[in-house]
């Protein structure tokens, strides 16, 4: 018997002949068939009334022995959308959703946008109202919200988010157009891609198809051009300050090990500025920590004489930060020109579209070349000074306050260097992103984008791809809420993926406070006691996660409680393997 080697994740049930039943093979065959022949492991499913076939088309794949992805139900389908992306955020590998007509496709409305905006490659498949309705063909109109379901322009609703878009109109070429959105999708630069197609499609009886996968593999990665690379390696090696500013240049763990390269080479500073991703090891002494809304003008970018910035959508915010006047700024970067950004620029001599870790590659193997330049002690000042902040940030307030700072050097204290962090503190980015102390690529992330609630399904989703590691969510209170908890912690016990939730609560939204102050000081609302942003008394929300999945839940007011309330925590989410939740009160907003 010949061995079958199957994608990770992919289940396979085998029958005996006398429980089979006629097999048939429609247009739902071809589409499971090309998901595992495509490498997905997961299929983040909300059912409705447009998948019958593709239901009937999974039961038969699994009673007569052929592989399916693991199925993951999912009851809310903006956590389907954030369980992909953070699955594909640690892995590189997309994954698939499933949602139901043009109900299910607004529904992932937030999710589309984070997607979208950090590039994330994933196959989004929505079914169609019927478009027949007399019983012309299997699938024919049946019920009475097929009428109602029926919109001019489903395609139209998230048609400016996505890398790729279509129509599947026949079952005959299910495989070619779900291998080029698949293409598509994970070529440079990345992101999602959507298909629809109505009932009659899956039901439509075809001929096997057989394709060559390896046909369709992503374009390859795009290197520097040979003249433009001399010319910013001597910018380079002239420059006594260079200085590297990035922003999801980890998203590939090869830059990262690159970019190391590079600094021990140059003594070259590294600065991250709204990272999604870990793109250096903070406990490098080039790294000069990382710059978000902060209104400051960073000191490490005032003092560059040269800036190279890799893999970046906001380097730096000029109306209060950018690099001093005159000063050469080159760029690097799988989408240079931020085509669906309709207002973007920085003034760069240099611009290159160019994969990063391939780029540095090239860089690092031309330095090779050359006679090794001097180590810069400036950057390790720097680095010492910063570290001796955040040790300074980090006491115990007098008043007993918990703060950010404090809480989250709790939590770093308690993990390992593998552990997995999933940041979305919103105003409190820094403060994590800063204290957590990681320093492995793909060990720290945000969803790269700004529409909240990504933080439970993403950590469902890593930990589903990387169960043997432990995963740490760190979120606001408003995120948590817009993270629909109630969907994520039954999700998490039924697929046994624990997490620990940490709640920096602050009773409010602060985000659009400090927003209001940093245009209007001085203003009425400055003034005001109430400015309709506050959550008081808020909800229980441990007590949400206990009640939905049994997760360990704990509110913590203490300072003197935090650091236990986190190593009991962690303690469940390891050894009892489920969920645990702490609700941890920071200062009122």
């Excluded at 139209?156 to 299910?174: A, Q």
Aim: hydrophobic share 40%.
């Amino acid at each position: 018997m010949a061995q079958v080697f199957l994608p990770e994740n992919v289940s396979l049930v085998i029958v005996s002949a006398a429980q089979s039943q006629p097999s048939k093979y429609t247009g739902a065959s071809a589409l499971i068939e090309a998901l595992v022949d495509a490498g997905v492991s997961y299929l983040f499913v909300n059912f409705g009334s447009d998948h019958p076939g593709i239901v009937e088309a999974l039961a038969q794949a699994r009673a007569t022995g052929k592989p399916v992805p693991k199925v993951i139900t999912c009851p809310n389908e903006m956590v389907a959308l954030t369980c992909a992306q953070g699955f594909v955020q640690i892995t590189g590998r997309a994954q698939a959703v499933l949602v139901h007509v043009d109900c299910g496709t607004q529904a992932m409305a937030g999710a589309i946008h984070n997607v979208a905006k950090c590039r994330v490659p994933v196959l989004i498949f929505a079914g169609a109202s019927p478009y027949t309705q007399e019983g012309e063909l299997k699938g024919s109109r049946n019920e009475f919200i097929h009428w109602l379901q029926d919109v001019p322009d489903q395609r139209g609703i998230l048609r400016g988010y996505m890398k790729y878009e279509n129509e599947l109109r026949t079952g005959r070429n299910i495989k070619q157009m779900i291998h080029r959105a698949l293409q598509i999708a994970s070529s440079d630069p990345p992101g999602p891609a959507y298909l629809m197609a109505a009932r009659e499609v899956f039901e439509e009886d075809i001929s096997p198809i057989s394709i060559d996968p390896a046909r369709w593999q992503p374009i390859a990665a795009q290197p520097l051009p040979e003249s433009g690379l001399v010319e910013l390696v001597d910018s380079l090696r002239a420059a006594k300050r260079p200085l590297v500013v990035t922003s999801y240049l980890g998203r590939k763990p090869a830059a990262v090990t690159e970019l190391v390269r590079l600094a021990d080479r140059l003594g070259i500073g590294v600065l991250e500025s709204c990272p999604s991703y870990l793109n250096f090891p903070t406990d490098h002494p080039c790294y000069v920590g990382q710059q978000g809304n902060e209104h400051t003008q960073n000191p490490s970018l005032a003092e560059a004489d040269m800036v190279l910035v890799l893999d970046s959508d906001v380097p730096w915010i000029p109306a209060f930060n950018k690099p001093a006047d005159g000063v050469k700024i080159c760029h690097i970067d799988i989408d240079p020109l931020k085509e669906r950004t309709p207002l973007w620029y920085i003034s760069a001599a240099q611009v290159f579209r160019a994969d990063c870790a391939t780029a540095l590659r090239q860089i690092n193997k031309c330095l090779d070349e050359t006679k090794p330049g001097e180590p810069n002690a400036h950057y390790r000042t720097r680095h010492d000074a910063w570290v001796a902040e955040l040790a300074r940030r980090e006491q115990k307030s007098q008043d007993g306050v918990i703060t950010a700072e404090y809480l989250t050097a709790c939590v770093r204290r308690q993990i390992d260097r593998d552990t997995v962090i999933v940041n979305e503190g919103i105003t409190n980015y820094s403060a994590i992103n800063n204290h957590v102390g990681c320093t492995k690529p793909r060990t720290r992330f945000t969803s790269g984008a700004s529409s909240l609630g990504w933080n439970g399904g993403a950590s469902l989703g890593m930990k589903l791809a990387c169960p043997e590691k432990t995963v740490v969510c760190l979120t606001g209170d408003g995120s948590y809420m817009f993270s629909v908890p109630s969907t994520v912690h039954w999700m998490a016990r039924k697929y046994e993926t624990p997490f620990l939730t940490v709640i920096y609560n602050n009773r409010g939204w602060r985000a659009p406070k400090f927003s209001m102050l940093a245009v209007h000081p001085d203003g009425y609302a400055s003034k005001a006691q109430d400015i309709d942003v506050a959550f008081d008394p808020p909800p229980d929300y441990s007590g949400i996660a206990a009640a939905a999945g049994g997760a360990f839940a704990r509110i913590v007011k203490r300072i003197e409680e935090v650091e236990p309330a986190v190593a009991e925590a962690l303690k469940v989410v390891r050894e009892e393997k489920r969920c645990a939740v702490l609700d941890v009160w920071l200062a009122h907003l």
